[in-house]
């Protein structure tokens, strides 16, 4: 770079940086540019061509490939060897599945999408008292939290809530607290489902995961991804695999989320009553490769706004530095550990550096 295209590109950087600091300012999130009658995207939150939805749909073809959709009433009827096939097969190919009959209330999921759609359009002045960029906090409002400043913003509030399973409801913004409480404990006991299902699917015994505690506490992301005016020119969130072992997601009827498959994006349609499971890049690390953590991005929308609840499984906090690394009953001579043992917070805080660019975090790790 010459000094002066370097000196231009500082001060681009700076104008970005005041940008975002006038934006988090606010505390009225996305949803308070759209309240605000923004009719055009605003800087930072315009991401790269590269990286944008193609304008035809030559994007998302894969015609006839759909995410497995796989029910789970079988499960008490004798057909657990093949639901396990399913799961092994969509964990070494899609990294996606939709779970049907999962034991999880029809009607606490809509109350739950309800509640955080009143949490997000309520008005200013109550949401803002939640508005923090603190990352000790345990419940907190948010737009883009924890990305780099030189990244493009993403079209997305979130409601975040850390080590859901301990909070006590008064933490909880009143308008989602009885939903978010009572859905916690149904969530937790699918991930205890799945997580048997995929260590049988490995071969192990199904309590395999659980010994280990990969999945000991689980995060919520109550999302809401604005209405957006020129969607063509920004992201829901930007291309990115989730840096847990299981993420449990909800997403109500209005659609968006997509998924890299085959070098395609390829639409996860909503299907009402449906939890989407994926799997997340310490799976694949903890399975050296076998199960697969996907590409996935939500794409902004004109005319609707979105809500989804994302569930991120972890290992407790208190072992957020202990490393892991591939199972010793998955690797062998033939088969030696393609990554090194590494800690929950070592690869957050490698993720959150390397921002949604697109990439992957984890070859990084790679031996
Ligand atoms: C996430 C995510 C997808 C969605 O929160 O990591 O990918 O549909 N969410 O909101
Ligand atoms: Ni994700």
Same mark, same amino acid.
């Given at each position: 770079?010459?000094?002066?295209?370097?000196?231009?590109?500082?001060?681009?950087?700076?104008?970005?940086?005041?940008?975002?600091?006038?934006?988090?300012?606010?505390?009225?999130?996305?949803?308070?540019?759209?309240?605000?009658?923004?009719?055009? #995207? =605003?800087? $930072?939150?315009? +991401?790269?061509? %590269? /990286?944008?939805?193609?304008?035809?749909?030559? &994007?998302?073809?894969?015609?006839?490939?759909? #995410? =497995?959709? $796989?029910?789970? +009433?079988?499960? %008490? /009827?004798?057909?657990?060897?093949?639901?396990? &096939?399913?799961?092994?097969?969509?964990?070494?190919?899609?990294?996606?599945?939709?779970?049907?009959?999962?034991?999880?209330?029809?009607?606490?999921?809509? &109350?739950?999408?309800?509640?955080?759609?009143?949490?997000?359009?309520?008005?200013?002045?109550?949401?803002?008292?939640?508005?923090?960029?603190?990352?000790?906090?345990?419940?907190?409002?948010?737009?883009?939290?924890?990305?780099?400043?030189?990244?493009?913003?993403?079209?997305?509030?979130?409601?975040?809530?850390?080590?859901?399973?301990?909070?006590?409801?008064?933490?909880?913004?009143?308008?989602?607290?009885?939903?978010?409480?009572?859905?916690?404990?149904?969530?937790?006991?699918?991930?205890?489902?799945?997580?048997?299902?995929?260590?049988?699917?490995?071969?192990?015994?199904?309590?395999?995961?659980?010994?280990?505690?990969?999945?000991?506490?689980?995060?919520?992301?109550?999302?809401?991804?604005?209405?957006?005016?020129?969607?063509?020119?920004?992201?829901?969130?930007?291309?990115?695999?989730?840096?847990?072992?299981?993420?449990?997601?909800?997403?109500?009827?209005?659609?968006?989320?997509?998924?890299?498959?085959?070098?395609?994006?390829?639409?996860?349609?909503?299907?009402?009553?449906?939890?989407?499971?994926?799997?997340?890049?310490?799976?694949?690390?903890?399975?050296?490769?076998?199960?697969?953590?996907?590409?996935?991005?939500?794409?902004?929308?004109?005319?609707?706004?979105?809500?989804?609840?994302?569930?991120?499984?972890?290992?407790?906090?208190?072992?957020?530095?202990?490393?892991?690394?591939?199972?010793?009953?998955?690797?062998?001579?033939?088969?030696?550990?393609?990554?090194?043992?590494?800690?929950?917070?070592?690869?957050?805080?490698?993720?959150?550096?390397?921002?949604?660019?697109?990439?992957?975090?984890?070859?990084?790790?790679?031996?």
């Amino acid at each position: 770079m010459t000094e002066i295209t370097a000196i231009v590109h500082n001060c681009l950087e700076d104008e970005r940086v005041k940008e975002y600091k006038e934006f988090f300012e606010t505390k009225a999130g996305v949803k308070g540019l759209v309240d605000a009658g923004v009719v055009k #995207v =605003p800087r $930072i939150f315009i +991401h790269p061509p %590269e /990286n944008l939805p193609k304008p035809s749909s030559e &994007d998302s073809c894969c015609i006839g490939l759909q #995410v =497995p959709i $796989i029910d789970f +009433h079988g499960l %008490e /009827n004798g057909q657990r060897g093949e639901i396990i &096939d399913k799961i092994r097969q969509a964990a070494e190919t899609w990294g996606f599945f939709q779970v049907v009959n999962h034991g999880i209330p029809g009607s606490l999921m809509d &109350d739950l999408l309800n509640d955080v759609r009143q949490f997000h359009e309520q008005p200013l002045e109550v949401r803002k008292e939640w508005y923090s960029h603190d990352e000790t906090k345990k419940v907190r409002y948010y737009s883009n939290g924890f990305y780099n400043p030189s990244m493009a913003a993403q079209w997305k509030d979130g409601l975040f809530c850390i080590g859901a399973q301990q909070l006590e409801e008064e933490q909880i913004p009143e308008v989602c607290r009885k939903s978010i409480s009572e859905y916690v404990k149904h969530v937790i006991q699918l991930k205890e489902t799945i997580s048997e299902l995929l260590s049988e699917a490995l071969g192990l015994s199904s309590d395999c995961f659980a010994r280990a505690g990969y999945m000991k506490s689980v995060s919520l992301a109550c999302n809401y991804y604005p209405t957006c005016p020129e969607p063509e020119l920004t992201l829901g969130i930007a291309s990115h695999s989730d840096p847990d072992f299981l993420t449990l997601l909800l997403q109500d009827d209005i659609g968006g989320l997509q998924i890299l498959h085959q070098n395609k994006w390829v639409d996860v349609p909503p299907v009402h009553g449906a939890v989407i499971a994926n799997l997340g890049d310490f799976m694949q690390l903890i399975t050296n490769d076998k199960f697969k953590s996907v590409a996935h991005r939500v794409v902004a929308k004109r005319g609707s706004s979105r809500v989804s609840v994302s569930s991120f499984f972890q290992p407790a906090f208190s072992d957020k530095l202990k490393p892991y690394g591939p199972m010793k009953e998955l690797v062998s001579e033939d088969n030696p550990p393609l990554y090194r043992a590494i800690g929950v917070a070592e690869y957050v805080a490698y993720f959150r550096l390397k921002g949604l660019d697109g990439s992957s975090a984890l070859p990084h790790f790679r031996l």
